[in-house]
């Protein structure tokens, strides 16, 4: 029978004991063990790879057993490198099941950026595809693809670890202004702080059918296009094959997808170059977009084409999303929405974030989340300067400037950082210059988000030239070059622009926003 999971009250606190596979995976394996839990399709529909609840609970809990066989203690990292792969959420859930720490990190990085987070996150354990290229100590046990087939083909299995609900279940890294990708640390209780969702954003039951448009190495798809459906007993749909971006259609109808998550990229491919006239979306319920800000034009585009309901989702990873339309939330377009049914937020005074009063409706200011909140990140890892910094009192407070009016729906406008968010990306500048700061022929370099028209946000380097008789296609052509040797592809500068000297303030700093 289709139910939505009662959403917890303000400060209602996790029921104790408590785990996060437990929950996403054995319990749903126990109410409907012969439903299908995760289809990976390949090239298209009908090429897939496919496990039942019961099987995935099977083999989670056999990774769990293999990775306490290595002799690894309770609250220790295991890395996750890997590419677009079942194995990837049996390892991550199979990490929490035995008590450890998942670290999910992306494909895409380079080996450098993966051997930064691998040390700073401390990782006793790294689960690696062969084609990704990592240097890992020698006393570091490597996992790979067949280590997990032995696991599973094994006798050992694990039970879900459960616990005190505070202790730390995963760490996900997210650029910061600072340039140093920062660990945010995840509880066993995000899992449960993830419940209001269901209804508030999704309109998800059991035995429905999501399919999500992003890897899974994503947290995005982790927790929207995984944990949730697995919660919930309904089944999670993904594509591991090369990059069609007009498959999603196809997927919805051969599957019966009664879901699509996606970031707004992908939508507006759909309509650019798809049809939707040819589309089979009957079994569509909602489509589901975060990750950035979802233009009016577009949603009014798709919702007019299609006659899907599209609801949009503002979140960060600190706490995934938070404020959303949904089946009870009707869209405004403009706002992403209200907050979910048992989150508290606020707008506070920038300039006083230490004083809890809101500030009037129709104001801008700081965007803040209560800290009772479930979903709430435990802190960052090992970064006791920044958690100070947005832990005030009885609020987390965000780096999001944005207004709340008299029906709560929140306008957002924009960040008091300089983080870039393009592509479904958040992108740290400050990362971006400092690999392209030795390029030749370079004296300065900014990076910022560009606005090229129809919502879209590209990253864009703003360089000066040493010499100002240099070529500009000369200077181009090393910026991506330097680019492509160190930073990961979605990373990349996708404009150079060439300029005289950098805007900057009497006291030396670059005025990004006069870039654009």
Request: glycine letters at 10%; one cysteine or more.
């Amino acid at each position: 029978m289709s139910r939505w999971p009662v959403a917890p009250a303000p400060g209602e606190a996790t029921p104790a004991p408590f785990g996060m596979s437990q929950y996403c995976v054995a319990d749903p394996a126990r109410r409907a063990p012969d439903r299908p839990a995760l289809v990976v399709v390949h090239t298209g529909p009908g090429d897939e790879s496919s496990w039942t609840f019961a099987q995935v609970d099977d083999t989670v809990r056999a990774v769990a057993a293999g990775l306490t066989g290595l002799g690894l203690e309770r609250g220790d990292r295991v890395l996750l490198r890997m590419g677009n792969r079942a194995e990837f959420p049996f390892v991550f859930f199979g990490a929490i099941a035995a008590g450890l720490v998942a670290v999910p990190t992306s494909a895409q990085l380079t080996s450098e950026e993966a051997a930064g987070l691998l040390t700073d996150c401390g990782a006793k354990a790294v689960a690696l595809d062969e084609d990704l290229p990592l240097t890992v100590p020698p006393h570091i046990p490597t996992i790979t693809a067949h280590t997990i087939g032995e696991w599973v083909a094994g006798d050992e299995r694990a039970e879900h670890d459960v616990g005190h609900p505070d202790r730390a279940a995963f760490i996900s890294y997210t650029s910061g202004t600072t340039g140093r990708p920062k660990g945010v640390t995840h509880a066993h209780r995000s899992a449960w702080g993830r419940r209001p969702m269901y209804r508030g954003w999704y309109g998800l039951t059991e035995g429905d059918v999501m399919v999500h448009a992003g890897a899974l190495n994503w947290t995005y798809t982790l927790g929207v296009g995984l944990s949730d459906p697995w919660a919930n007993a309904a089944t999670a749909v993904v594509h591991d094959g090369p990059r069609d971006r007009l498959l999603w259609p196809r997927l919805v109808e051969a599957y019966g997808a009664t879901h699509l998550a996606a970031v707004p990229g992908v939508y507006r491919h759909l309509l650019r170059h798809g049809d939707p006239d040819e589309w089979d979306l009957s079994s569509l319920r909602a489509a589901l977009v975060a990750g950035e800000a979802l233009p009016s034009p577009l949603w009014r585009e798709w919702t007019e084409s299609t006659g899907v309901p599209l609801y949009e989702a503002l979140g960060m990873s600190e706490i995934s999303t938070f404020v959303s339309s949904g089946p009870d939330v009707p869209v405004r377009p403009g706002s992403p929405g209200r907050a979910q049914p048992g989150r508290r937020i606020t707008v506070l005074d920038p300039d006083r974030l230490d004083d809890p009063t809101p500030l009037p409706v129709g104001e801008n200011g700081r965007l803040a989340v209560h800290r009772d909140d479930p979903g709430l990140m435990l802190g960052y890892w090992r970064r006791p300067e920044e958690n100070l910094e947005v832990l005030r009192g009885e609020w987390f407070v965000t780096n999001d400037l944005a207004s709340l009016d008299a029906d709560g729906y929140l306008t957002y406008q924009g960040r008091c950082d300089d983080v870039i968010t393009a592509m479904g990306y958040r992108i740290s500048p400050n990362e971006i210059e400092g690999a392209l700061s030795d390029v030749d022929g370079v004296a300065e370099v900014a990076a910022g988000p560009l606005d090229v028209g129809d919502g879209v946000t590209l990253v864009c380097a703003w360089v000066v030239p040493t010499d100002p008789a240099t070529d500009a296609v000369t200077i181009r052509e090393r910026v991506l070059a330097r680019a492509g040797e160190r930073l990961a592809a979605y990373k990349h500068p996708r404009e150079v622009r060439v300029i005289d000297a950098l805007p900057r303030t009497t006291n030396g700093k670059v005025i990004r926003r006069e870039l654009r």
